[in-house]
Nanobody
Framework: QVQLVESGGGLVQAGGSLRLSCVVSGLTFSIYTMGWFRQAPGKEREFVAAISWPGVTTTYVDSVKGRFTISRDNAKNTVYLQMNSLKPEDTAVYYC?????????????????WGQGIQVTVSS
């Protein structure tokens, strides 16, 4: 049974930081590209960041470049999203995502497995 379990969300003031973690089980983690998506109330789920399975290549949505960093630890089956300089518009439910194969995951229809989501709220 494949499981992606997020942690690290919560409430933070604007300008603050959070680090999301996603622990993956039930699949061969090292051959999946991993990503983070988010969904704000009334909006569609959007891509945030992705990382290749060796962890060499990363990509980000423009709105988080320079503030967020995605990383992975294949020995711990874990992907991280370090979020700095948070803004109220970053408020959303954040989802961990896994895509089988070598291509980066950048659209919801490319996702093989989803986490359950975790709330991030940034107050102004």
């Amino acid at each position: 049974q494949v499981q992606l379990v997020e942690s690290g969300g919560g409430l933070v003031q604007a300008g603050g930081s959070l680090r999301l973690s996603c622990v993956v089980s039930g699949l061969t983690f090292s051959i999946y590209t991993m990503g983070w998506f988010r969904q704000a109330p009334g909006k569609e789920r959007e891509f945030v960041a992705a990382i290749s399975w060796p962890g060499v290549t990363t990509t980000y949505v423009d709105s988080v470049k320079g503030r967020f960093t995605i990383s992975r630890d294949n020995a711990k089956n874990t992907v991280y999203l370090q979020m700095n300089s948070l803004k109220p518009e970053d408020t959303a439910v954040y989802y961990c995502a896994a895509r089988a194969g070598k291509n980066l995951v950048q659209r919801p229809d490319q996702v093989t497995y989803w986490g359950q989501g975790i709330q991030v709220t940034v107050s102004s």
